[in-house]
């Protein structure tokens, strides 16, 4: 395989490390980097872990690559058969090497995958196992892997502390608490009467840094890679008033929606769906609920919003991405397009079909930010509309890579739809605080040198 001279620097970075992690920023490639470091490691056993929207992906990379070049044997093990001969072929003594490609949500319910030893574990998407205490990440935390392999263009989202299980599977054994009390800045506050450690920042960075390039962590921006990119336009707000009944929502902790206060504007008599007398009670009776119900009312059951959305897809005939949250933004803004006479693609937990992307110059692709921000190769499209924010620093930042990486030849422009005042105000500070502590986990320091 021919690598890039910064996906060579990066695999030379980490010659001496039989555990490493690539922290390459979104679009420098990863996959070939890892997979060819799992090449270098020569284990019979290798096991690939990625999110479910990825699996496909993994497979088509390893068959085209590795099972043509070098003689793997590739395995889907999602699929009972496959894993069944996966794990035969673990003790047939065959000298072929054997890689198993599998999604995190399904590891900790192969719980065989506990008698592996002497193999090679690469985790796609690593910053997924930063919660130590779920049931996938206590699972890959007990794996007993010989060579690990960490990929992630968004390592910690954000959060240093996140960073502790990582480090653990790149051989830190730094204990939880001592790794809080070196890094992370905490102070005590006082919250419905109970107290609770608050994080306010974070420190020793550069101590920080420099550990874990000894433990084989690299971290590289696309600056660094020597990769010159078009212009990346700066994000550009398109404003409009939450729904009506937000306010009432803020103040009473529960509103109830109905036909009548829905159907604004001028969008389709079955626009909220095919129930004349649609009628649904938001309740807020805790944090999360009044939350969520809050954003919802932003966009999902905001009549302004379809109709700015409905604006922008008008204004242009150009491919079009739209990242969203809830599968019902997706349904409304569809039937929408639709109406436009407008060729659709999506991707999505419950369905992937990029046919119209592919081929129809016009298409609006509806990408959902948990199936498609961290992967996916949308560079044809130049224009990524946001109808709603993700809560997760690593999801807003990836999904802006999706046109902006290699392969793009034309400036990318962004156009988020939020409610000036609102909690979504509140998400995005968040997110670009979120943004700034990752920045600075990727800036250059002078221990980074090759072994």
């Known amino acids: 395989m021919n690598l890039f001279p910064h996906q060579q620097k990066a695999l030379d970075l980490t010659a001496a490390h ?5 922290y390459l920023d979104m679009g420098l490639g990863k996959t070939f980097v890892g997979s060819e470091k799992a090449l270098e490691l020569n284990s019979r056993i290798n096991l690939v872990v990625c999110q479910h929207s990825k699996i496909q992906d993994w497979l088509d990379h390893m068959v085209l690559n590795y099972a043509m070049n070098h003689c793997w044997i590739i395995y889907d093990l999602t699929k009972k058969k496959d894993f069944a001969a996966f794990m035969a072929a673990v003790t047939d003594g065959s000298p072929d090497p054997i890689c198993g490609v599998i999604n995190y949500e399904l590891t900790f319910r192969r719980k065989i995958l506990k008698s592996l030893t002497g193999f ?3 985790l796609d998407e690593s910053s997924l196992i930063q919660n130590e205490t779920a049931k996938r990440s206590k699972f890959i935390l ?7 392999v960490l990929l992630s263009g968004t390592p910690t989202g954000g959060k240093y502390e996140k960073l502790w299980s990582q480090c653990q599977l790149l051989g830190w054994n730094i204990s939880k608490d001592l790794f809080w009390k070196q890094y992370v800045a905490t102070e005590w506050v006082e919250n419905d009467g109970f107290w609770r450690q608050r994080i306010t920042g974070y420190k020793n960075v550069d101590r920080l840094k420099k ?3 000894d433990y084989g962590a690299v971290f590289m921006t696309t600056d660094e890679a020597g990769i010159v990119l078009p212009e990346k336009m700066p994000l550009i707000q398109v ?11 803020l103040k009473k902790g529960v509103v109830t929606l109905d036909t009548g206060n829905l159907q604004e504007f001028e969008l389709d008599s079955d626009f909220w769906g095919s129930n004349e007398d649609f009628q649904k009670e938001l309740i807020g009776d805790t944090s999360l609920t009044r939350r969520l119900y809050a954003r919802q009312l932003c966009g999902l059951y905001n009549p302004a919003r379809y109709e700015a959305f409905r604006d922008l897809v008008n204004s242009t005939d150009d491919r079009l991405i739209v990242f969203y949250n809830f599968t019902e933004e997706r349904e409304r803004m569809a039937r929408i397009v639709r109406g436009l006479n407008r060729p659709i693609s999506i991707q999505a937990g419950d369905v992937k079909d990029l046919t119209a992307y592919e081929y129809k110059t016009d298409s609006v692709t509806f990408v959902q930010f948990q199936a498609g921000a961290r992967g996916g190769n949308f560079q044809k499209a130049n224009k990524i509309i946001f109808f709603s924010l993700p809560e997760g620093w690593e999801l807003w930042e990836q999904s802006q890579k999706r046109t902006h990486r290699m392969g793009q030849e034309r400036p990318c422009f962004y156009y988020l739809l939020i409610c000036p005042g609102t909690v979504e105000e509140d998400i995005l500070q968040t997110l670009n605080l979120r943004k700034d502590y990752n920045d600075e986990l990727f800036r250059k320091h002078e221990a980074q040198t090759p072994a």
């Open 211 to 213: 550990k874990l390039a």
């Open 18 to 22: 039989n555990r490493c992690a690539y």
């Open 142 to 148: 007990g794996l007993k892997p010989e060579n690990v």
């Open 239 to 249: 404003k409009t008033a939450p729904s009506p009944l937000y306010h009432k929502f």
């Open 120 to 122: 090679t574990l690469m």
